[in-house]
């Protein structure tokens, strides 16, 4: 009989980590077959949730916050780029120029959640601000994702001019962050095993298959 897992995915549409951890974690799924059955919950993170609406200059961004010279900049984004290329997903590394503020597009995942649809419009953010290097907090581009994975754009358009889900998503964000989680991605497992970080595949089968084997089901709500 397939173990029933909850897996709450905390991250953030701008973090390259946070794409290449999902795409990992699926990739693990897979390998899993009819092994496990999945709940699978994206959860939001807001890397840079000062930031303003013109966003900043990426290089600039990582200088200023982390102290990276331009050439750890470089061999960071052509690891990045293989680690990409490893599971299946595509950064355009040199074309992404600026950071931005993502709030908006949590707001859309809550609502997508709700549709039965964030896992598809998680992987369209992450393509337009890694693949595309488009600007996810942009409306228009807000709304293009939203189309694309079958959404209704009317809706997704009043959610946008309005502040609905915007007290959920701070909610989430400000309890994952008393419950320690500070960086992204941060995988939790029932609601009580984290894997941190854009793991290989291997390394995320593994863990799964250890978790399934205690046989702990998730906990309510």
Known sequence: MAKQLRIDFVSDVSCPWCAIGYKSLETALLRMGGDVTVDLHFQPFELNPNMGPDGQDIVEHITEKYGATAEQQANSREMIRQRGLDVGFTFDMERRGRIYNTFDAHRLLSWAEEEGQQRDLKLALFEAYFTRCEDPSNHDVLLRAVERVGLDRDTAAQIL??????????????????AGIHSVPAIII???HLISGGQPPEVFEQALREIAA??????PG
């Open 161 to 178: 001019q309005s502040d609905a889900y915007a007290d959920e998503v701070r909610e989430r964000e400000q309890f994952f962050q008393r």
């Open 190 to 192: 029932n609601q009580r």
């Open 214 to 219: 205690r046989g702990d089901a998730p906990q």
